[in-house]
């Protein structure tokens, strides 16, 4: 299957399960450093039949973008 996926890793603890599930959420408090950037990306990404996913790896936060 053709398409894209974008992979972005950053090093750094794993986000906590409790945020992980309202990771992409437009009320998520920046405080965390979390913001409203991922509410945008993960909209854009639905806007074009993307997906926006999180994964943790150990001492990794990975974001991978994909489109087919």
């Known amino acids: 299957q053709e398409g894209v996926e974008w992979t972005i890793d950053s090093p750094g603890e794993p986000i ?3 945020i992980q599930s309202v990771l992409f959420e437009r009320a998520l408090d920046s405080r965390n ?5 991922l509410f945008l990306c ?3 990404a639905d806007r074009i039949g993307g ?3 999180y994964s943790s790896l ?3 936060n990975r974001f991978t ?4």
């Open 16 to 18: 906590p399960a409790e």
């Open 33 to 37: 450093g979390s913001g409203v950037g």
């Open 42 to 44: 993960k909209s854009l």
């Open 51 to 53: 997906i926006l996913t």
């Open 58 to 60: 150990p001492s990794i």
């Open 65 to 68: 973008f994909t489109i087919r």
